[in-house]
């Protein structure tokens, strides 16, 4: 069983257990299975494909955890980054994995926008929790991806 597959197995054997709670919010498996496979279709519509790398800079949450479980479900690969770097050891690590989109918390936006002209591979960014110029807002972007498998 892959990543991507997990979380669509869970919503079979019980769709109304919660899978997971954030913020106080809870999301059952059915309710994640899909706004997991809402980040899928939208990656996947920009054209993420297989092997593929996204880097994502946030803290946990919700949206941090169903772009790991959509990335597994359309084969491209999570590139985790810690926030805690400076934005030149983030730079180095977005660069050396060939990363082609970048999901931004945020609260890390400033920190990118020193280095983001140094990022030739990017053609993705998306921001979680805020609108930003350049960015894709991620909640907006899933709420107009489909919700199939």
């Known amino acids: 069983m892959l990543a991507g597959d997990l979380i669509r197995h869970q919503k079979r054997l019980r769709p109304n257990a919660v899978a997971m709670t954030y913020a106080g919010k809870e999301y059952t498996y059915a309710q ?3 706004r997991v496979n ?3 279709n939208a990656l996947h519509d920009l054209g993420i494909r297989k092997g593929e ?3 994502i800079l946030s803290q946990n949450c919700n949206q941090y955890v169903e772009l790991y479980f959509a990335n ?3 084969g491209s690969v999570t590139v985790p980054l810690n926030y805690r770097l400076t934005p030149a050891e983030l730079e180095f690590i977005i660069n050396n994995s060939e990363a082609v989109a970048l999901i ?3 609260d890390f936006v ?3 926008a020193q280095i983001k002209h140094l990022l030739p591979n990017i053609r993705h960014t998306i ?3 805020g609108s930003h110029q350049g960015y894709k807002e991620y909640e907006e972007m899933i709420a107009g991806a489909s919700p199939a498998e």
Do not use: Q, S
């Open 32 to 34: 994640m299975d899909e």
């Open 38 to 40: 809402r980040a899928a």
């Open 53 to 55: 790398r996204v880097a």
């Open 72 to 74: 597994g479900k359309i």
């Open 104 to 106: 931004v918390a945020d």
């Open 110 to 112: 400033a920190a990118i």
């Open 127 to 129: 921001c979680i929790g």
